[in-house]
Every structure is written in C-alpha cells, then in structure tokens.
C-alpha cells in the first residue's frame, strides 16, 4: 500500500527484476508499479456478495457449478461445439503441513498455490477453490484430449518447486482427476463427481499425477459401495461363519493349535474374493 497526498492508500503491484552490468555483476534493479486499486475494490465486492473465495480470492464453488452447467446448456443448444474438461485438483500432504506447521503456514500455502494455478491457465478457462486444498478448473474449447493431459503436467511442473513460507521451503504437489465433457452428462454435477472419482484414482496410485475419468472407475465405486453396506448389515443378515481350522507341526504330526476363520457367505451375491 502507498499513502496517497490526499490521505488515502493506493494498492500496488510491484514487479521487480534484477539486471547485471558489464562489469560487476548484478548492480540495479529494473521494475514497475501498477496501481490495482479498482481491481482490488472489485474483488472485495465480489467477496461480500458470495462470488469469491475470501482466502484466495478465486471463484467459489458455486460460481464454479453455474458456470459448468452453463457450458452444458450451451453444447445442448448447439451454440458451441468445442470439448471441454473439468480438473479436479487436491494438494497431496496439505494436512501433514496445516497438522505440523499452522493453519496460517497452510493458508498462505493455498494462497500461493492459487498464484501458479493461474499462471498454468489459458485465455477462456476458469479457475475455482471449492474448499479446504480442493481446486477445480474448466478447460474450454479444447481441440483434443491431449491439451487437458499437458494443462495437467504444467500444472505438477509449476507445484513441484518449494513454497517460501514463513522464512521455510514447504513442497507440495498435486493429485488431479479429469473428466471430458459434455459426453452423456446431463447436469454439472455428474462432471463434477467423475472427476472427483478421478482425482481419488490418482492419489490412490502414488499422488502426484493425474487419471482419466472412464466408465469403470463409477463402477469400482459403486460396487465398493454395495460392498461396504453389505458388510455392515452382514451381522444382522447372519452372513458371517465361523470356521475352526488345524494347525498341525509336521515334525509330530499334532495339532499344536487352531486358527479361527470368519467368511463371509453374502447369500445371493458373489463373494468378494480372499
């Protein structure tokens, strides 16, 4: 902030950028200062009407779904043609950093994480916190699903250098699901659950990547589901049986013990297997 001669304070962006001399190395700094007042009062209204995340001042979720069911409107009405892609982002270690370190290391952390997602972003997409270390961007007017998987390692590529918070270098990286639109999805929320299902695919194999959203993956989560509720009515259902099994030393040939088995009948389904 500047203190303006009338009283009031200006905001300004400062860039700076160091330059060498013919002799002795770096001797003068080379920059500019832009006033971004009025885009800053505009973001600050956006904020009080519920438009904005406050932290990071990105589109809010919200925003974000009214956005996406838009684009599905407009490929229904034949106004647009072009693919699209939804990318689900999570931080991976976000809460090791906010547990070890404090929320206020965490949130400068999804501060300037918001800071180089944008910098990966082309003209036209859209860029939102939906909560916590959770990101989503629309990709619009995408010529082929290559341009969705390179956006994404551009985007590991900007995360993996270290974050300066707080006088200390903190690494992070992400896990990213994609979804491709508009295929069969009907509302923004079917997009938004694939690549969420996505997103969970990657960080199951390793974080740091990015998956895919296909047919088969809302499958193993489905039956994954069926499974769990299952299980958890299997007591009341009497699906669970108790097997006794020996435990013989071959050098005697006694049964030195037994072990106790419980298997799951799940009567009318196939049995998960063991």
């Not at 939906?130 to 699903?145: K, R, S, T, V, Y």
């Not at 590529?157 to 707080?166: E, K, N, T, V, Y």
Request: one cysteine or more; glycine letters at 10%.
């Amino acid at each position: 902030r500047i203190r303006h001669q009338d009283g009031t304070y200006r905001r300004f962006l400062c860039r700076g950028l160091a330059l060498k001399g013919q002799r002795t190395g770096r001797d003068r700094i080379a920059g500019s200062l832009t006033d971004t007042t009025e885009a800053a009062i505009a973001q600050e209204r956006l904020c009080s009407v519920g438009f904005l995340d406050p932290l990071t001042g990105l589109f809010n979720r919200a925003v974000f779904v009214e956005g996406l069911g838009r684009r599905l409107e407009e490929f229904k009405l034949g106004r647009v043609s072009n693919q699209f892609a939804v990318l689900y982002l999570d931080l991976d270690r976000f809460k090791v950093i906010n547990d070890s370190l404090g929320h206020l290391v965490g949130d400068e952390l999804l501060i300037a994480a918001s800071r180089r997602l944008e910098t990966c972003l082309r003209h036209g997409d859209a860029l939102a916190r939906l909560g916590g270390d959770e990101f989503a961007i629309l990709l619009n007017g995408l010529g082929d699903d290559g341009q969705a998987n390179t956006i994404a390692f551009r985007i590991q590529d900007a995360l993996s250098a270290p974050f300066s918070i707080g006088g200390r270098e903190v690494f992070t990286s992400a896990s990213i699901g994609i979804a491709f639109g508009p295929a069969h999805y009907t509302n923004p929320d079917e997009v938004m659950r694939d690549a969420d299902t996505a997103m969970y695919h990657a960080k199951a194999r390793g974080k740091a990547r990015h998956e895919v959203f296909d047919a088969d993956m809302h499958a193993r989560v489905l039956d994954r589901l069926g499974l769990e509720n299952d299980l958890r009515r299997a007591i009341d259902q009497q699906d669970l049986v108790v097997h006794y099994q020996p435990i013989v030393s071959l050098a005697s040939r006694r049964c030195v013990g037994f072990e106790s088995l419980v298997r799951w009948t799940r009567k009318g389904k196939p049995v998960p297997p063991s």
